[in-house]
Every structure is written in structure tokens, then in C-alpha cells.
């Protein structure tokens, strides 16, 4: 453990972060899950939903700095053209 003052606070801030980092991340992979289900199940209106959803979150994950913006444009990118095509059958 940290014995300066300012080592300590630093050590209670990763801490928070880092919680804070693992709800955010732990958010986006169930949003990605719940449409990837809609998707397995062959509901349309429900993954286009979920898809427009997982878009807001995604992108709020990468304001965050919790992702990079074009990891988050490729997990929507697959998303959504998964989406597309179950539409198109």
C-alpha cells in the first residue's frame, strides 16, 4: 500500500475508476448480448431496438474513455449488419 498522501488518494481514484470502467464495460457487452440474442431468435423489431439501444451506450462507453471510437464503430458496424439482413430474409 501507498505511503505518501498523494499516492494514497491516486490509489483511491484508480479504485473508483476503475469500478466505474467495469460497470461501463460490463454495460456494453450485455447491450451487444441482448441484441445478438434478438438476432439468434430471429425478431426483427426487437433487435432494431435493441441495436438503436446499444448504439447510445456504445458511444457513451466511448465518451467515457472506457473504449476507443472505432472499436465501438466495428462491434456497431457488425451489429448492425446483422440487423440488415435479417431484415433482408
Known sequence: MANHKSAIKRHKQNEVRRLRNNAARSRVRHAIRQVRESITAREVETAQTRLHTAEGILFK????????????????SRLSRSVHALRAA
Do not use: D, F, I
Not at 462507453?61 to 456497431?76: F, I
Open 61 to 76: 462507453a466511448v465518451t467515457k474513455g472506457v473504449l476507443h471510437k472505432k472499436t465501438a464503430s466495428r462491434y456497431l
